[in-house]
């Protein structure tokens, strides 16, 4: 699964590396180390989602998942990922597979390896201020006619190192998927579900301190190496 991860860059760096316009006005969230769910995340998008008007942009939403029907957002942060395996044919996400695929970009991710009695935390970065492209989907929740933007995390089954650290990953886009991914007119992506060797090949599994255990910890030495004891 995929349950915390860094955001480091400002929209503006985003929207260069994305080729996107930034559409997050005075929302962005700033720089976090310590992603949880529910916080409010950036995310690239092929239109706005209040609209149908197409052009890539940063949008900002809240993680976890909440779908159009359901009666308010208790359950969010149960739908911070979705299987690719299933994301078709589960009522939660289908719509959203079909019509409303976002990137959701990270500086790299955490994941917990149970070590002699106790979890190691890892963070899975490319460690060179290239972005990972997380797949992702978003749905609007209505209340008093007030949007509520909500995204999910694609994961698939790990692969090589990976596998050594957990059982699932973020599903990661390759440059050359972005806009298959991102394109609402395509509504089956299930030839862009593979995960791609090439990039989790290219990852750096790093040791980190377990101080990012605690969602109340947020700054930049969280992504910094630490010796195995």
């Not at 699932?168 to 991102?182: E, H, K, T």
């Not at 089956?188 to 605690?214: F, G, K, Q, Y």
Request: glycine share 4%.
């Amino acid at each position: 699964m995929c349950g915390r991860y860094a955001s480091t860059k400002d929209p503006a760096l985003l929207a260069a590396e994305f080729d996107a316009v930034d559409g997050t006005g005075d929302e962005a969230p700033g720089p976090d180390y310590n992603v949880a769910p529910t916080k409010h995340v950036m995310a690239v998008v092929e239109r706005k989602p209040e609209d149908e008007e197409l052009e890539r942009s940063i949008r900002v939403m809240r993680w976890g998942l909440v779908p159009h029907w359901a009666k308010d957002l208790s359950g969010a942060a149960k739908m911070i990922n979705a299987r690719a395996e299933t994301v078709l044919t589960k009522p939660a996400y289908k719509q959203s597979a079909m019509k409303r695929r976002c990137i959701i970009p990270a500086a790299g991710w955490y994941e917990w390896q149970a070590a002699e009695g106790r979890k190691q935390p890892y963070f899975m970065t490319l460690g060179d201020d290239t972005s990972l492209a997380m797949a992702g989907l978003w749905s609007v929740w209505w209340k008093d006619d007030v949007p509520t933007v909500t995204c999910a995390v694609l994961t698939t089954e790990s692969m090589g190192a990976l596998t050594e650290v957990h059982n699932r990953m973020p599903l990661l886009l390759p440059q050359d998927r972005w806009s298959a991914w991102l394109d609402p007119a395509s509504l089956d992506p299930s030839e862009l579900l593979e995960p791609d060797l090439s990039i989790v090949e290219a990852l750096e599994l790093r040791p980190v301190s377990t101080e990012v255990n605690s969602v109340k910890n947020n700054k930049p030495s969280l992504i910094e190496r630490a010796e195995l004891s």
